[in-house]
T-cell receptor, first 109, second 111 residues
């Protein structure tokens, strides 16, 4: 089992560009999450999806959109990237404890 | 909402010594408390967890204790090894999709 797979691993964007971060899990989990990790601030929830077809905002949703494409896949979209969105992004899925992907390191210049 | 505070932010110990990381939470409804280890360039990995109806749980060199009255829980690592060096995060869950994380502790184990 691969667990949670995120792509890409690294990305550099110019301010104003858009991109989609992809996430897929093979554990048949209902819940999926997108977090961002910034130095000294731990992990902050951007959006989550409790089940296929539902999505909800987390702590820091501004500037992001998500799509729960099916039970396996949960994507995060930045429509117009800003330097403040430079961060490491983690996708996770869970039944109880979370299983995290290996992260996407995004730099917006 | 839930607020989780974690201390210390950095911890350096000699190989073989014990390490203790402490977290406090604010919402008495929190019922699940996992700990994650994050190595450089990787995602956080669950290492141990405890539910609110249990006071202590142990897994080899790692143990977690929970004091519901004081709203704090701690991670204890005994006989530390260099491979224990990583960033450790505590978390507290209030509802099914409301998990709040501490800011992390960078543990360094010196050989």
């Amino acid at each position: 089992n691969a667990g949670v797979t995120q792509t890409p691993k690294f990305q550099v964007l110019k301010t104003g560009q858009s991109m989609t971060l992809q996430c897929a899990q093979d554990m048949n989990h209902n819940s999926m999450y997108w977090y961002r990790q910034d130095p000294g601030m731990g992990l902050r929830l951007i959006y989550y999806s409790a089940s296929e077809g539902t999505t909800d905002k987390g702590e820091v949703p501004n500037g992001y959109n998500v799509s729960r494409l099916n039970k396996r896949e949960f994507s995060l979209r930045l429509e117009s990237a800003a330097p403040s969105q430079t961060s490491v992004y983690f996708c996770a899925s869970s039944e109880l404890g979370y299983t995290f992907g290996s992260g996407t390191r995004l730099t917006v210049v | 909402g839930e607020n989780v505070e974690q201390h210390p932010s950095t911890l350096s110990v000699q190989e073989g010594d014990s390490a203790v990381i402490k977290c406090t939470y604010s919402d008495s409804a929190s019922n699940y408390f996992p700990w994650y280890k994050q190595e450089l360039g990787k995602g956080p990995q669950l290492i141990i967890d405890i539910r609110s109806n249990v006071g202590e749980k142990k897994d080899q060199r790692i143990a977690v204790t929970l004091n519901k009255t004081a709203k704090h829980f701690s991670l204890h690592i005994t006989e530390t090894q260099p491979e224990d060096s990583a960033v450790y995060f505590c978390a507290a869950r209030v509802a099914n999709n409301d998990m709040r994380f501490g800011a992390g502790t960078r543990l360094t184990v010196k050989p």
